[in-house]
């Protein structure tokens, strides 16, 4: 599966973005899918995941209540709101697919990666 994510740029903090991704090749639906991010110098980290059928959600503590994750199988594509951003969650944003429909929150456990899309939160 080949993955292609978008929707990220400037915004202030507080604001809203919202990004997408979007796969290409069969079987989409039974792919556990999850959303990492990498800062400056740091290592990749999870963001959040979403099983194969979308009825299992996780969320990195640092975003609970602000991100929600969410994916429609019918348009092969995942999306990832996120809401009240603050200038740390300024990073490049990856989505990933794992071929286990109940991947968890390590980035080993997904098989394809999306080219990334960069977020930035202004202060």
């Known amino acids: 599966v080949q993955l292609q994510a978008c929707g990220g740029g400037l915004v202030q903090a507080g604001g809203s973005l919202r990004l997408s991704c979007a796969a290409s090749?069969?079987?989409?639906?039974?792919?556990?899918m999850g959303w990492f991010r990498q800062a400056a110098g740091k290592e990749r980290e999870f963001v959040a995941r979403?099983?194969?059928?979308?009825?299992?959600?996780a969320y990195a503590d640092s975003v609970k209540g602000r991100f929600t994750i969410s994916r429609d199988n019918a348009k092969n594509t995942m999306y990832l709101q996120m809401n009240s951003l603050k200038p740390e969650d300024t990073a490049v944003y990856y989505c990933?697919?794992?071929?286990?429909?109940?991947?968890?929150?390590?980035?080993?456990?997904?098989?394809?990666w999306g080219q990334g899309t960069l977020v930035t939160v202004s202060s």
């Open positions: 990933a697919a794992a071929s286990f429909g109940g991947a968890g929150t390590g980035v080993k456990e997904y098989d394809y």
């Open positions: 090749g069969r079987s989409f639906s039974s792919y556990g």
């Open positions: 979403i099983s194969w059928i979308g009825n299992t959600l």
